[in-house]
């Protein structure tokens, strides 16, 4: 196959290749409704690090979408052109099996230093100053193998100390095991971080290029444990960069759009 070297990429770009790369052959991956970038990572990574992948668009239950274009939501009548379409409830009783899903894709309005994700209210219960679309299936992510977190926002608002309500169950603050692994990692437009397997609290992982550290610590609501040496997020490779514009014609990525 031949590839076009592609110099410059888009923040976009280099999440979903992160993403992309989180992901192994043969798994099965689902994702919620806004979910543009998890698509394009799901896509990439059958086409080369992880072959025989399944993934779920969530909110079409589309199984297998063949992204012809990539669209901007879930729920995009477009997605159904698949392998295969589920009906919602049914996607809703295989994220409740916990067993079949390998790797939930998740976000949210808040994060916080556990991994909780917030899709409700923000502020006061009763007089919330912003209210979300709510979790749908992701109360389930407690149950699947591993958690991936995306935002395209990196800033006090979103990563929070304690979110305001709990969507999707990151690690639990008082001692306890969770049905399924958990977060492993949060992917940003200003870096990723892992959780330590102490304390599951988020720790620095890699600062994606240009980027320092003041400016992730500047940015994030809560202190993230900082390893002595951080390491660079690895940029998108051309064979990742020539299969995204592939998949995405419109530029929703390229246009660091997506969501």
Do not use: K
């Not at 079949?100 to 209210?121: E, S």
């Amino acid at each position: 196959m031949s590839i076009a070297v592609v110099a410059e990429y888009s923040t976009a770009e280099l999440m979903a290749a992160v993403m992309a790369r989180q992901l192994r052959p043969g798994e099965v991956a689902i994702m919620g409704a806004v979910s543009a970038l998890a698509q394009a990572a799901c896509r990439l990574a059958q086409l080369t690090t992880a072959p025989g992948l399944w993934f779920i668009a969530g909110g079409s239950g589309a199984v297998n979408p063949h992204l012809d274009p990539l669209v901007a939501s879930s729920c995009d009548e477009r997605l159904l052109n698949a392998d295969a379409v589920m009906t919602l409830p049914d996607v809703i009783l295989v994220e409740g099996r916990g067993d079949l899903i390998d790797v939930f894709f998740a976000g949210g309005l808040q994060i916080d230093a556990h991994g909780n994700c917030n899709l409700g209210p923000v502020g006061p219960w009763r007089r919330p100053t912003l209210r979300g679309p709510g979790g749908v299936g992701l109360p389930f992510v407690s149950r699947a193998g591993r958690v991936v977190i995306y935002s395209m926002s990196h800033d006090r608002r979103t990563f929070v100390e304690h979110v305001d309500f709990v969507s999707g169950p990151g690690f639990p603050l008082s001692p306890g095991r969770l049905p399924g692994g958990g977060p492993s990692l949060i992917v940003t437009p200003l870096c990723t971080m892992d959780f330590d397997p102490a304390t599951h609290l988020a720790r620095l992982a890699t600062l994606h290029p240009g980027v320092t550290l003041d400016q992730v610590l500047e940015a994030t609501g809560f202190a993230p444990i900082v390893p002595a040496s951080v390491e660079t997020t690895p940029a998108p490779t051309p064979e990742e960069l020539s299969i995204l514009r592939r998949l995405d014609p419109a530029g929703l990525l390229h246009g660091g759009a997506a969501r």
